[in-house]
């Protein structure tokens, strides 16, 4: 009875939302969204884009 009565005790301290995975889907979505945007201004422009400018936090990438 005492291990049941400890195993409940700590169970029911213990949070059971995993932070440690959230983090890292947030971390990665945000590393994905940063790495995707750079590959596609430093890519050949879609129609209407070939005069834009790049933006100055992009930075430029030699092939």
């Known amino acids: ?3 049941l009565e400890v195993a409940t005790e700590v169970t029911t ?3 059971h939302f995993p932070f440690a995975a959230t983090a890292v889907l947030v971390i990665g979505f945000i590393a994905a969204v ?3 945007s750079i590959a596609w201004y430093n890519s050949k422009r879609p129609p209407g884009w070939e005069n834009k400018e790049r933006p100055d936090v992009v930075p430029k990438v030699d092939s």
């Open 1 to 3: 009875m005492y291990l």
């Open 13 to 15: 301290k213990v949070s």
């Open 34 to 36: 940063t790495i995707g």
